[in-house]
């Protein structure tokens, strides 16, 4: 049995655990159609902007809304992008279903095999720092 679980594509086995999967959760008073839409909006929190993402319709508007660098993203992001990531990951897998699916990976590596994101993924070669897999075993630790 593989000790590690890659996902990242639609029809992987865990897209579940994908920020873009369409698992939708309530915080900061707010329904989130899917992570990518919280995490994205975040960036931009009081602007219109923030409202913009929140309401788009696919996790793909959400992050193409959220990479415009035409409006400014605050200005402490990259301090507070991992606490935010997993606040919302958190918010996520308090689902039933998908607490029960996390749980079920057991201590297997969990992977987000992006060719893209070197940082929540493993990037291009393979050799990324896969926070977003670190912080959903994080979650899982903390679920059990
Ligand atoms: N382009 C793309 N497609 C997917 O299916 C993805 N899961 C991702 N990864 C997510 O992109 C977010 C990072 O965005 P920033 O570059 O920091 O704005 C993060 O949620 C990844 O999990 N990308």
């Known amino acids: 049995m593989a000790k590690i679980i890659f996902f990242f594509d639609r029809d992987d086995q865990y897209y579940e655990l994908s920020n873009f999967a369409g698992f939708g959760f309530e915080l900061d008073g707010h329904h989130w159609r899917t992570m990518e839409h919280y995490f994205q909006a975040k960036k931009f929190e009081g ?55 996390l749980l079920g990976t057991a201590k297997k590596l969990l992977v987000e095999n992006s060719p893209y994101d070197s940082y929540w993924g493993i990037g291009p070669n393979g050799k990324g720092k896969n926070r977003l897999g670190h912080l959903l075993m994080q979650v899982r630790d903390e679920s059990r």
């Open 47 to 101: 602007t219109s902007h923030f409202e913009k993402i929140l309401n788009c319709g696919s996790p793909k508007q959400a992050k193409d809304l959220g990479q415009n660098r035409d409006i400014p993203i605050r200005r402490d992001w990259d301090e507070v992008k991992e606490s935010i990531m997993l606040t919302g990951l958190r918010a996520k897998f308090q689902n039933p279903e998908l607490k029960q699916l």
